[in-house]
């Protein structure tokens, strides 16, 4: 397994932290600070890899898209931002860049009710509870149906993926983050397993694969040890983010790594024993003392100790 970090697109001190704890895999996200080129073009691609690399990083893993969400709900522009999306294909190929972890959520990302929830010693964590969400309106959306979805998704990969295996990029598909629909309206298709496997099965190919989100699919109920060795073994786990959970899906919260509902040494093994080699990262850490909780679940003093967790969960596993 490859130790990653998710790093900002310029140099912090987060950078000089993680080789200090040697972490050498990088997970990035766009380098949007690019004023004369979009980030998703081939140069702003190159040049981030190489700050990456010129600090002792290599860039696994990017985990960002560009926008997409015409594509999703399949309203009008979304074959333009698909010949984006091919493009940006094409320019991490050609920038050796290996994976993209992108997801199939319209109109937001991963949702939370609060992230401010107490957690051991009184740190914060995120937290989701859908009894909050009974009356909240619908979005400019509207109703979006589970079946508007499959059909946009399988539209979807049905261009990008021969893309993504002329250029040998992997793509990494991410489950909907809370496993629970509909929410505002719009419904999440992918909240198990089974519905990732049913995803990547709509355009067959090597290079169509997973994201291994640990936390969303314990939220789900998922045995997480069957599904690393189901996964594994079709060769479709292309990445995870190695975090824990309390609670299901209509009410749960982030938790320290050690804290949460998951067996995680026995999750460390069973990546062990199916030989996975790919890049593993913290996720959705707490906010400790004295951080001022401006980024959620990206703060500082969380991820050193999620790293360290993992490490010597790695070391555990590796010696039996």
Request: aromatic share 10%; hydrophobic share 40%; proline share 7%.
């Amino acid at each position: 397994m490859q130790l990653a970090e998710f790093f900002s697109s310029q140099p912090d001190r987060l950078w000089q932290l993680a080789k200090q704890m040697n972490v050498n895999a990088a997970v990035g996200g766009l380098p949007w600070e690019e004023k004369s080129e979009k980030p998703w073009d081939f140069m702003p691609l190159v040049r981030m890899k190489q700050r990456y690399a010129d600090h002792g990083l290599a860039l696994s893993v990017i985990e960002s898209m560009p926008p997409s969400n015409h594509i999703k709900l399949g309203t009008a522009g979304r074959d333009e931002e698909i010949e984006i999306f091919q493009k940006f294909l094409l320019h991490m190929g050609a920038a050796g860049i290996p994976v993209l972890c992108y997801n199939f959520m319209a109109q937001f990302n991963w949702f939370r009710t609060s992230t401010t929830t107490r957690t051991r010693g009184g740190a914060l964590v995120s937290s989701y509870d859908h009894s909050l969400m009974k009356d909240a309106p619908l979005t400019d959306a509207g109703v979006v149906t589970e079946e508007q979805l499959w059909e946009n998704l399988h539209y979807f990969m049905e261009r990008i993926v021969p893309v993504a295996e002329e250029v040998k990029v992997k793509l990494a598909l991410h489950p909907d983050d809370p496993p629970i629909t509909p929410i505002r309206g719009v419904s999440r298709i992918l909240r198990s397993a089974s519905a990732l496997q049913r995803a990547i099965d709509l355009v067959p190919s090597p290079n169509n694969g997973i994201t291994l989100c640990q936390g969303t699919l314990a939220t789900a109920g998922d045995d997480i040890p069957r599904v690393i060795r189901d996964f594994a073994a079709q060769d479709k786990l292309f990445f995870v983010h190695f975090r824990d959970v309390r609670g299901t899906p209509e009410k749960f919260e982030e938790t320290f790594h050690d804290d949460g509902k998951t067996d995680m040494l026995q999750a460390m093994r069973t990546y062990y024993e199916v030989g996975f080699k790919g890049p593993a990262r913290p996720d959705h850490v707490p906010t400790m003392e004295g951080e001022d909780n401006d980024n959620p679940g990206y703060e500082l003093l969380g991820r050193l100790y999620g790293i360290g967790y993992i490490t010597g969960l790695m070391e555990a596993a590796a010696a039996g």
